[in-house]
């Protein structure tokens, strides 16, 4: 078992490929270009993530399921501000 957030090597610190995936696991959601660590798999399967990367209809797709989800979380709080208000 991993705990991610004690995870805090830099991108120089990483040492091997499983330093490499808690990297990536730890920061992609930053939103910041990741360091190539020189792993074909790890850099193959960030390639293959990359939203850059999808056709068109995949992005359509994404972008309605995003609307509708965040649609449907603001109903829910909106819902559950009235029943605190009652």
Known sequence: MVNLPKFNKTADGVENPVDAWLYVLKHAHEGDPLPDFG???????LKRIKIENLDKTT??????EMIAKEEIECRLA?????????
Not at 39 to 45: D, K, L, P, S
Not at 78 to 86: K, L, P, Q, T, Y
């Open 78 to 86: 909106g819902a559950n501000i009235f029943n605190c208000i009652i």
């Open 59 to 64: 992005l359509t797709e994404l972008e309605r």
């Open 39 to 45: 792993n074909g798999i790890v850099n193959e399967a």
